[in-house]
């Protein structure tokens, strides 16, 4: 299967502690896209890449969260000092450049934070 | 800014119903729009899109037709199955906005045999 894959997909942490995930896109989508699903709402965009340059962050996006994408391939979002606010669904989605708005989605990555 | 509005639910119909879930936006240009599918337990499917006005998206027996006069973009389906069962979002991406995905809240369809 060459879809978007995220890792892991379930993380549990106590507050206070730091996370990392990891997005991989189908390898000839230059663009990645990060998102925010917390229950019953639907998904909130935080970030985007165009190859290894982060082009737009949202103010989601607070100074605890950073993305990055070093060799325009994978990327990681890490967040710091993790608060049980934090605790949500994080999607990954990628795209060819000229087809930005058909975006694949990964199947997320669950985080609880107790 | 741009922002996308669907009828709430939860919304439940008896097999073989028809569907019609309610969508408009608000967006500057000419935004794409799109259908997303969530079953229980996966992720985010696109089940549909349009790129421009009077388009019709349709796909497993769904469909929208993006209407520009009335910013709308409604989802239906004429019979629907137990397994349509899932959260439907209504989406637009815009290219002011480096496509990204604007959801709306989701609406919840439940198919009873």
């Known amino acids: 299967d060459t879809g978007v894959s995220q890792n892991p997909r379930h993380k549990i942490t106590k507050r206070g502690q730091n996370v990392t995930f990891r997005c991989d896109p189908i390898?000839?989508?230059?663009?990645l896209y990060w998102y925010r699903q917390t229950l019953g709402q639907g998904p909130e965009f935080l970030t985007y890449f165009q190859n290894e340059a982060q082009l737009e962050k949202s103010r989601l996006l607070s100074d605890r969260f950073s993305a990055e994408r070093p060799k325009g391939s994978f990327s990681t979002l890490e967040i710091q000092r993790t608060e049980q606010g934090d605790s949500a669904m994080y999607l990954c989605a990628s795209s060819l450049p000229d087809r930005g708005y058909e975006q694949y989605f990964g199947p997320g990555t669950r985080l609880t934070v107790t | 800014g741009n922002s996308v509005t669907q009828m709430e639910g939860p919304v439940t119909l008896s097999e073989e119903a028809f569907l019609t879930i309610n969508c408009t936006y608000t967006?500057?240009?000419?935004?794409?729009l799109f259908w997303y599918v969530q079953y229980p337990g996966e992720g985010l499917q696109l089940l549909l899109k349009?790129?421009?006005?009077?388009d019709k998206g349709s796909n497993k027996g769904f469909e929208a037709t993006y209407r520009k006069e009335t910013t709308s973009f409604h989802l239906e389906k004429g019979s629907v199955q137990v397994s349509d069962s899932a959260v439907y979002f209504c989406?637009?991406?815009?290219?002011?906005?480096?496509?990204?995905?604007?959801f709306g809240p989701g609406t919840s369809l439940s198919v009873i045999p």
């Open positions: 967006a500057t240009g000419y935004p794409s």
């Open positions: 989406a637009l991406a815009s290219k002011t906005s480096y496509d990204k995905v604007i």
């Open positions: 390898s000839e989508h230059n663009r």
């Open positions: 349009a790129t421009k006005a009077d």
